[in-house]
């Protein structure tokens, strides 16, 4: 499976200031997605990365608060924007190619102060 | 939309025990998936089913996929410490690109 590597893994920071959280995969990957898990729940889907266009977002995340890049088949950002303490959580990076099973990054564990 | 429902949300076995986890769909699937969660880690992969009334083994853990496509379980035989941590399952529907994940069933093992 593909090897995905999402810096930073952990941060702590201010609150109304901005992180981007980017993601990278070791070969070509079909669907990049987002996703958010916090403490002890599961995983919400934030949006699709879309190579070279507007990531599709689901319902109740917006991109003004979390605009996506997706550049190329193996790189994409997600920036946590305006953070309040209410966005703490881990943001996760997951791939898929073809039928294939999807797989995950490591992480991103988010504390806001 | 597509739900994907698991239950329990807690289990607590002494080590040795067996253990389940069950999902269900409100829809039919394409797929489902199953991953594994260690504390302060992130989703691990661990087997896709596909075809309806499949079964699959890794080791002790036994993977089944419902005649309907629309529910799914994973068995632990004999749990041991190092299961512990969260399973999720995760289906497909048919034709679709999105994963809906369930909301996991958190394993604890008692040596």
Redesign the interface.
């Known amino acids: ?1 593909a090897v995905i590597s999402q810096k930073p893994s952990r941060d702590i920071c201010q609150r109304g200031t901005s992180l981007t959280i980017q993601c990278q995969v070791d070969s070509q990957v079909t ?1 990049m997605f987002w996703y958010r898990q916090q403490p ?4 919400t ?1 934030i949006a ?1 990365a879309n190579q070279g266009s507007e990531a599709t977002y689901e319902s109740g995340f917006v991109i003004d608060k979390f605009p996506i890049s997706r550049p190329n088949l193996t790189f994409s950002t997600l920036t946590v924007s305006n953070m309040s303490p209410e966005d703490s959580s ?1 943001y ?1 990076c997951s791939v ?1 190619s073809g ?1 294939q ?7 991103t564990r988010l504390s806001i102060l | 939309g597509q739900q994907v429902m698991q239950i329990p949300q807690y289990q607590h076995v002494q080590e040795g025990e067996d253990f389940t986890t069950y999902c269900n769909s409100s829809t039919t699937l394409s797929n489902i998936q199953w991953y594994k969660q260690r504390p302060g880690g992130h989703p691990v992969f661990l087997i896709q089913l596909v075809k309806s009334g499949e079964v699959k083994k890794q080791k002790r853990l036994t993977f089944q996929f419902g005649e309907a496509k629309k529910n799914s379980s994973l068995h632990i035989t004999a749990t041991q410490t190092t299961d512990v941590g969260t399973y999720f399952c995760a289906g497909s529907n048919t034709g679709g690109f999105k994963t809906i994940f369930g909301a996991g069933t958190r394993l604890f093992v008692k040596a």
């Not at chain 1, 099973?101 to 992480?107: A, M, N």
């Open positions: 499976s669907m002890g729940q599961s995983l889907l699709t881990i996760l898929r039928g099973p999807q797989h995950f990054g490591d992480g």
